[in-house]
């Protein structure tokens, strides 16, 4: 372990020793994180909220149906249902498409929706009656908002349970006082659950939530608007910036004949290789401090779950070291590799949400996008600094990315020659 890491150490002491290392690692992505943040509304302009955008079946189609919806609706201000609140600006995002149940399950997997409600038929005249009614909710569990959805559906259904749970109290209480006028009388269930959801109405209880930050606002901040895309964006380009030129310097030094003599060392292969790649991977991750440390100061919120953005971080930096070892195995000179990894950083990074967000792009460009490492990464970001995501919501993306880690570190650990 002490080889490998002498070995990561005098790496970094050159690769430091270079006069326009700090440049690249922190004058342009701060820059460029700050220009770009701005362009994104962050520091002028209305500011947007997230949009949440539910498919609607509304089999019922009656007055308390649709009651129901105007309630999810009213809760969190920034829902749409589709397609009654489709609009000439296509807010439910149909692009002129009519709604089936096979287009709304495709949208909720390629998650152009975040969720999507089914009312069966006889869902009012099933509540009249005092039985229990089944409303179907859908989400895509991969998603980060769907959680504010379930609660808006949640807590309607509740205040609706309730209204029906003082409709049979108050009929049970009639009948059992010989009230007939009352037992008698068909508008009394409906009347006592109509004056139930007037008074459940005026939140005869409340709760004063006091979160640990002050980020759980559903409407972003004006620097979380622009910033929180931009930071975690640069930084991720910025990040292979920093570490694909491992490939040219290991391919220098095989030219060079330094790998070869290493290997008459006393020091294993692995070592030698481990050792340059860690030095790499320590760099990626001082691209990743600095550039959110700058967006710390832009006041930027990074949620309330570090462990998981730090896991993030390291999971694609890992990905991208991975991905250099493997492209030392196939690319033969220093101009091919030069030319290589710098179409492949400014190919990878808009492709996959660093310049711009993945939920501005059609579906099947948000679909090809996640070909590229940067596109799971920003899942994970965008989860943490927007949804209030945690660990639990990231590990799709960090699964991913550790995955194809696994995948590029055995293809080139397989491939790798020294000679």
């Known amino acids: 372990m002490n080889k490998l890491w ?6 970094l002491r050159l690769i430091f020793k270079e006069k326009d290392i700090w440049i690249n690692l922190v004058v342009i992505p701060l820059v460029l994180s700050y ?7 962050s520091m002028g302009g209305a500011q947007t909220t997230p949009t949440l955008v539910i498919d609607v079946f509304d089999a019922d189609q009656s007055a308390l149906s649709a009651d129901f919806l105007n309630q999810v609706r009213a809760t969190y201000t920034d829902v749409v249902l589709c397609p009654m609140d489709q609009t000439e600006a296509d807010a439910c995002r149909l692009e002129g498409a009519e709604l089936t149940p096979e287009l709304a399950q495709t949208r909720l997997e390629d998650k152009v929706t975040l969720a999507q409600l089914e ?11 005092g039985e229990t009614v089944s409303v179907i909710y859908r989400s895509n569990e991969t998603a980060a908002a769907p959680s504010y959805i379930l609660q808006a559906v949640q807590s309607v259904t509740q205040k609706l349970g309730g209204a ?3 409709a049979r109290v108050g009929t049970d209480i009639a009948l059992a006082l010989d009230a007939e006028q009352f037992a008698d009388d068909p508008t009394f269930g409906a009347d006592v659950r109509a004056r139930a959801a007037e008074v459940w109405a005026t939140n005869p209880i409340t709760i004063n939530r006091i979160d640990s930050t002050a980020y759980v606002d559903s409407q972003p901040s004006a620097a979380q608007q622009g910033f929180g895309q931009s930071v975690p964006g640069m930084a991720s380009m910025y990040v ?10 290991i391919l220098l030094e095989r030219k060079q004949w330094t790998l070869q003599r290493l290997t008459t060392m006393p020091v294993s292969r692995a070592q030698i290789l481990g050792g340059k790649l860690l030095a790499r991977f320590i760099v990626g991750m001082i691209q990743y401090v600095i550039v959110f440390a700058f967006g710390a100061v832009l006041g930027v919120q990074y949620g309330n779950d570090l462990l998981a953005l730090v896991l993030i971080m390291i999971s694609f930096v890992l990905c991208i070291t991975a991905l250099t070892l493997a492209l030392t195995t196939l690319i033969k000179n220093i101009q091919q590799a030069n030319g290589i990894t710098l179409f492949l950083t400014l190919t990878l990074a808009p492709l996959g949400g660093a310049w711009w967000s993945l939920e501005i792009v059609p579906a099947f460009m948000k679909t090809l996008g996640h070909i590229s490492p940067v596109a799971w990464a920003m899942d994970g970001y965008t989860s943490l600094l927007f949804f209030g995501g945690n660990l639990s919501t990231v590990l799709p993306s960090i699964g991913v990315l550790l995955g194809l880690a696994a995948v590029f570190f055995t293809f080139g650990v397989f491939r790798f020659k020294f000679d």
């Open 35 to 41: 220009v770009i943040g701005i362009a994104s509304g």
């Open 164 to 166: 029906l749970t003082a």
């Open 6 to 11: 002498h070995i990561a150490r005098n790496d």
């Open 240 to 249: 292979m910036f920093a570490i694909f030129p491992a490939v040219t310097a």
């Open 119 to 129: 009312i069966p038929a006889g869902f009012a005249s099933q509540i009249a009656a």
